[in-house]
């Protein structure tokens, strides 16, 4: 099994290389906005299950538009 540092960095070089500069920077602005909206007390446990949701959401949008 791998250890989660060497996770987290294979999942980070993932989603640099695979994501648009449009959809990171969607990610980005919607991750500050919530940390901004609770005034900084959100958790990092919720920011990454709104990142997941959001990851969800741009691959659904990819493969729909692929379709078309």
């Keep these: ?3 989660e540092e060497v996770q987290r ?8 290389s695979t ?9 980005e602005s919607v991750l500050i ?13 919720e920011l990454v299950r709104i990142g997941i949701k ?4 741009l691959l659904i949008r990819r493969e729909n538009h692929r379709q078309v």
């Design 1 to 3: 099994m791998i250890n």
């Design 54 to 57: 959001l990851i969800n959401e």
């Design 33 to 45: 906005d919530k940390i901004w909206e609770t005034d900084e007390r959100v958790t990092d446990n």
């Design 19 to 27: 994501m648009s500069e449009d959809e990171y920077n969607e990610l």
């Design 9 to 16: 960095r294979i999942a980070s070089y993932y989603m640099e």
